[in-house]
């Protein structure tokens, strides 16, 4: 699509440049006094100094972190190996392996979550009808071997 | 007549026998295409006769893959479409099912939809402002557009517990109440854009280089811009006044005071002045929820599983990028028949081969920052 120009005087185009060649460099200044303020202002440099700041930096308290099971002091979770949440889960992280405990009743067997294939919608722990389940403030997830990954959530079977 | 076959897409018509043209890959990893998108281009020395994009290279089935999934989950994946929008689609899709499932939204619901939704696009418009001037070359502006933006996310990982993949909007409200901090932070935040606000438009909007390389380069006209399905500020630059906030309020727009900024020129500088207008706007709206911010009810009545009635429901939103539509057919069951999205990036791409024709190629990488795609929500 070409520009349609309209043929001006050659007085006029003279006229035109001379003025772009003082208003350009004055606009240019105007832009480069914004970038010599922040030198000369450090103060308003927002970058975090990260492994420094480890052990002040938390996440908030709605951040989506690791899946893990709400455990009272005795490391009792509230699973009762419903299977909610692995309904609820939209890629398949979850795999709950149920039990029988002694009185023949269905308990939380394994808590299998894989860390890999999460997403970290929190969908699950809004599906939770019991409460059992909530996303950790740990974000430093990487690992060096992908079996890490595939985690057994609970330490105990569940009481049912 | 021509001999020479040309590779796919490119049209025979145009043929020029004087010269010698080449064709040349822009992409796809190329640092100003915006992620893996593939320009063919028809070259006459420097001047582009034709440009072809290829995409589809991160396409990941969305569409499909909803018809295997809840709707819940379906909210979850809108958030990987257009990334950096990711709010407002949450919203386009809860729109949808609300019609479908025949409920609305409290007041104080709807005031967290639409305040999230405001920041979410000034978001959206300060990475423009950043990516448009690293394209052009300035380092400096491309740092300045993503700090003021870190602080929205700041925000955005308070209030919904993740900073892009929000995944916060539910039929018939959100997910959480916002927090106390909410409104104090986005108080003093406003306060602080409005400051800078002036820093950003002092730094690009009247520099001469910017000047020179952005009036008059990819005129697009009123005609193709509609033609061609734009929407967003790509067609309110063109001369356009369509907003799907004003021609067809949903949420509470309708009670808002709000202008739609449009320019006439169509070229490459009135798409960015619009996009800086619009912050403006985004201010204003934010500014007027804050004083009428309400008490009561975040959420209508929650529903374990959504089941929609039989039927199809269509919602329209205007996301940063511009009309976001989501369409759900429902026959039975929690999950849907299919769900079609008609996403803004994807119909701007289709107006780069009239915007481009006759400009240089460094023509070509601002004019494709103008368009603001975003890869994900093309490919989806």
């Known amino acids: ?160 | 007549m021509s001999l020479r076959r040309l590779p796919p897409g490119f049209r025979e018509e145009n043929i020029d026998l004087d010269t010698e043209e080449f064709f040349v890959n822009m992409g796809p990893q190329h640092p100003s295409t915006h992620g893996a998108l593939r320009l063919a281009l028809r070259l006459d020395g420097e001047t582009i006769i034709e440009v072809v994009p290829h995409f589809g290279y991160i396409h990941r089935g969305i569409e499909k893959q909803a018809e295997s999934m809840s709707y819940l989950q379906y909210i979850a994946l809108s958030d990987r479409q257009d990334y950096l929008t990711a709010i407002q689609n949450n919203w386009g899709v809860c729109l949808a099912l609300e019609k479908g499932l025949g409920i609305g939204v409290p007041e104080r619901g709807e005031y967290i939809r639409v305040m999230l939704a405001e920041l979410g696009r000034i978001a959206s418009h300060l990475v423009f402002y950043a990516c448009f001037g690293g394209d052009l070359g300035g380092q400096t502006a491309l740092l300045f557009g993503f700090k003021e933006r870190e602080m929205i996310h700041d925000i955005l990982d308070e209030v919904t517990g993740s900073r892009l993949t929000t995944n916060f909007f539910r039929p018939g409200g959100s997910v959480h109440d916002v927090p106390d901090t909410f409104i104090p932070r986005v108080t003093s935040f406003l306060k602080h854009l409005e400051k800078t606000m002036v820093d950003y438009e002092r730094f690009l909007s009247t520099n001469i280089i910017v000047l020179e390389r952005t009036k008059g380069i990819g005129i697009l006209s009123k005609e193709d811009a509609i033609a061609y399905g734009c929407s967003g500020p790509v067609l309110r630059a063109s001369g356009v006044s369509y907003d799907v906030r004003k021609n067809d309020p949903y949420g509470i727009y309708s009670q808002l005071d709000f202008n739609v900024p449009v320019t006439y020129n169509g070229d490459t500088y009135d798409r960015y002045v619009v996009r800086i207008a619009e912050i403006h706007e985004s201010i204003k709206i934010l500014r007027q929820c804050i004083k009428q911010f309400p008490e009561g009810p975040y959420r209508g009545q929650e529903k374990a599983s959504i089941r929609l009635k039989p039927g199809s429901y269509y919602s329209a939103t205007e996301t940063a990028k511009g009309l976001y539509a989501t369409y759900v057919v429902a026959v039975s069951g929690d999950k849907p028949y299919r769900i079609h999205t008609r996403g803004p990036s994807f119909a701007n791409l289709a107006a780069l081969n009239t915007m481009v024709q006759g400009h240089k190629i460094s023509d070509l990488v601002s004019i494709l920052a103008t368009l603001d795609p975003v890869i994900p929500e093309i490919d989806r």
């Open chain 1, 1 to 160: 699509m070409k520009q349609k120009v309209s043929p001006i005087s050659t007085a006029e185009y003279i006229k035109r440049y001379a003025k772009r060649c003082i208003t350009g460099p004055i606009s240019l200044l105007k832009g480069l006094s914004v970038t010599v303020r922040y030198f000369f202002s450090p103060h308003k440099i927002v970058t975090e100094q990260y492994p420094e700041n480890k052990k002040t930096l938390k996440m908030h308290s709605r951040y989506r972190g690791c899946l893990e099971l709400i455990e009272d002091e005795n490391g009792e979770n509230l699973c009762t190996a419903c299977g909610i949440c692995e309904k609820a889960c939209p890629n398949a992280s979850i795999n709950i392996l149920s039990t029988k405990n002694i009185a023949g009743k269905k308990v939380l067997g394994k808590y299998l979550y894989h860390l890999g294939s999460c997403t970290q919608c929190g969908l699950c722990v809004e599906a939770c009808p019991f409460g059992a389940i909530r996303m950790n403030q740990e974000f430093e997830l990487s690992n060096e071997s992908v079996d890490s990954f595939e985690m057994t959530l609970n330490k105990k079977e569940g009481r049912g």
